[in-house]
């Protein structure tokens, strides 16, 4: 509570749980709208959305751009917001006097900056690799690394 206040808190909560849940709506409602006419089988074990565009008949291009344009805003800001958090955690962690309490600290915070780096990268490489190059095996192993590791 030196650092931020219980309601600085729930502000950042309320917000993370508001725009994961605009997220949600907006490519949940634009998976919903597109016609499937070539079944309905995912060589993955859950829906992803790339994975979903496949069996799509029609060109939904322009509006799953807008809504992965939606998307990638919603997560650099995201990503913003989460360096300078670190940048703030690790200059108090590094105002700490004791050295057993700095090492308590960061063996704290390196996990989670771990975990988040994990993630990060392989939504990253998950969005940005080209459709042309798609490996159904390893598309699997990023959709593990990126939905269960964490």
Not at 61 to 71: D, H, K
């Amino acid at each position: 509570e030196t650092l931020m206040g219980s309601r600085a808190c729930v502000k950042m909560a309320a917000a993370a749980w508001a725009s994961g849940f605009l997220n949600a709506v907006l490519h949940t409602g634009n998976t919903f709208s597109i016609p499937l006419c070539q079944g309905n089988v995912l060589q993955q074990f859950f829906c992803e959305i790339p994975q979903i565009l496949k069996l799509s008949c029609s060109d939904s291009y322009l509006r799953e751009v807008g809504v992965i344009v939606f998307s990638a805003s919603l997560f650099f800001g995201c990503f913003v917001f989460i360096v300078l958090s670190y940048v703030q955690i690790f200059s108090a962690v590094l105002r700490i006097p004791s050295e057993q309490g700095r090492q308590k600290a960061f063996s704290m915070c390196l996990p989670h900056l771990a975990v988040v780096s994990l993630f990060v990268s392989t939504v990253i490489y998950t969005t940005l690799k080209p459709p042309s190059f798609s490996l159904p095996a390893l598309d699997l192993v990023v959709a593990v690394l990126y939905a269960l590791v964490p």
